[in-house]
C-alpha cells in the first residue's frame, strides 16, 4: 500500500519511510522484497527509531514535515484492512487524510497539540529500553542465557511496551505471531490516544 501511496502522492513531496523493527536485515528481506518499494525501507536492529519517537507497537506512523518537524505524532493505524477483524480499525478513512495532508497540508496539528500527544518515557521504560539493548548484545554474542534474563526484566519494567516484549521474541525462540503473542494480547493492545484528535488547520 504504500508503495501505491507513493506512486500516488510523490509528486507532493510525500514520501514514506518505512522502518522494520527486526533483529537483522534477513528478517525483514521477505517483506521488503515482497513490496518491491522504491521508497526508503530501513532495518532499525538496535530500536533506535523506537526509542526517539517512544513507539511502543507496531505499525506506527509519524508525520514528518519538510524541514523535519513532526507534525502528527505517532499513531496505531495500517495501511490495509488484513488485520481489522483483531485491532478494530479500518485503513480507508486514514489514508484519505494522509492523501489530504500529501496535497492541501491538512491534518496537521500545532506544535503544541503535537508535545500534549507524545508520551515522555518513564524512567522504568528508560532503563527497560536500556536492558533490551543489552539483551540484544548478548544474544548476537550467543549468550542466550544471560540476554533472557536481562530480555525479561526489560519486559517487567516496561509492559505495555511491545517494541521490547514482542520484539524479543524471535531471539527468545519464540513466534510472535503464534501462542505467545496471543497470550501477550490477552493483557491488552497498547494503542495510542490520536483516533479522537481532530486538526486544527
Request: proline content about 8%; overall charge negative; glycine content about 6%.
Amino acid at each position: 500500500m504504500w508503495q501505491a501511496l507513493y506512486e500516488e502522492l510523490g509528486s507532493y513531496g510525500f514520501v514514506p519511510i518505512s522502518v522494520a523493527l527486526d533483529r537483522s536485515a534477513e528478517d525483514a528481506r521477505p517483506f521488503v522484497e515482497r513490496a518491491k518499494p522504491t521508497h526508503p525501507s530501513l532495518i532499525d536492529s538496535e530500536h533506535r527509531v523506537a526509542e526517539l519517537y517512544h513507539i511502543v507497537n507496531v505499525p506506527t506512523i509519524i508525520w514528518i514535515d519538510e524541514a523535519g518537524k513532526i507534525c502528527r505524532p505517532h499513531d496505531a493505524q495500517f495501511g490495509t484492512d488484513t488485520f481489522t477483524q483483531f485491532h478494530g480499525k479500518h485503513s480507508a478513512p486514514y489514508l484519505e487524510m494522509i492523501r489530504a495532508w500529501a496535497r492541501n497540508g491538512e491534518g496537521v496539528l500545532t506544535p503544541d497539540e503535537v508535545r500534549r500527544h507524545q508520551p515522555i518515557p518513564t524512567p522504568d521504560t528508560q532503563l527497560a529500553r536500556a536492558l533490551r539493548a543489552l539483551a540484544f548484545h548478548l544474544h548476537k554474542q550467543g549468550r542466550d542465557e544471560a540476554a533472557e534474563r536481562h530480555f525479561r526484566r526489560a519486559g517487567e519494567l516496561a509492559p505495555n511496551d511491545w517494541t521490547i516484549r514482542r520484539g524479543s521474541m524471535p531471539m527468545r525462540g519464540m513466534n510472535p505471531f503464534g501462542p505467545e503473542f496471543f497470550e501477550l494480547a490477552e493483557g491488552g493492545v497498547p494503542t495510542y490516544s490520536m483516533d479522537e484528535v481532530t486538526p486544527t488547520r
